[in-house]
C-alpha cells in the first residue's frame, strides 16, 4: 500500500499483556494535541494480517506499545514511537527506526514484566500525550 497518512495510532495490545496498553484516554488526547498538523489513522485490518500490514505501511510514523504492530513497523522500514511500560525496551533492537518512551524514572517497578499490574495506578498511565507529541514532532522534521 502507499503512503496516506502522517501519523497511526496502533492503540489495540494482544490479550495477554493488556497492561502494555496506552489508556485510550491518552491516544483521544493526543489526537486533539496533533489533528490539526497531521493526518492520523486509528488501526484496522486486526482480523486480516495482510490488511494490518496493509495499514501499517499506509503511515510515516506508527504510535505503539510493545506489540506485533511494533515488530511489523520495523519490518516495514516504519519509523516508530513505541510507549514501553511492563516489557523491557532495550530487549528490542529498533534498527535506529524507533523512539522509545518509557514512564518516568520513580516507577521502581518498571519493567515488571508482567501481564498484571499490581499496583492502583499502572505505569503506562505516565507516558502524558505532550511527551509523545514532542517525539512525534521530532521525528516528523526528518522526514
Known sequence: ???SYDIGFNYEVGQKWPV???PIKQW?????????KYTITWQSGLNNIKDYINWINSVK????SDSLGFHLALALKKKVIALFG???PDEV?????????????????VPCLSPVCKNDRFCMEYITPEQVKLKIEQLMEGL
Open 20 to 22: 502494555k496498553g496506552w
Open 93 to 109: 533492537y529498533d534498527y535506529a527506526r524507533a523512539i522509545k518512551i518509557c514512564p518516568p524514572d520513580e516507577f521502581k517497578c
Open 1 to 3: 500500500s502507499m503512503i
Open 28 to 36: 483521544k488526547n493526543l489526537e486533539g494535541l496533533i489533528a490539526n
Open 61 to 64: 510514523v506508527l504510535i505503539t
Open 86 to 88: 511492563p516489557t523491557n
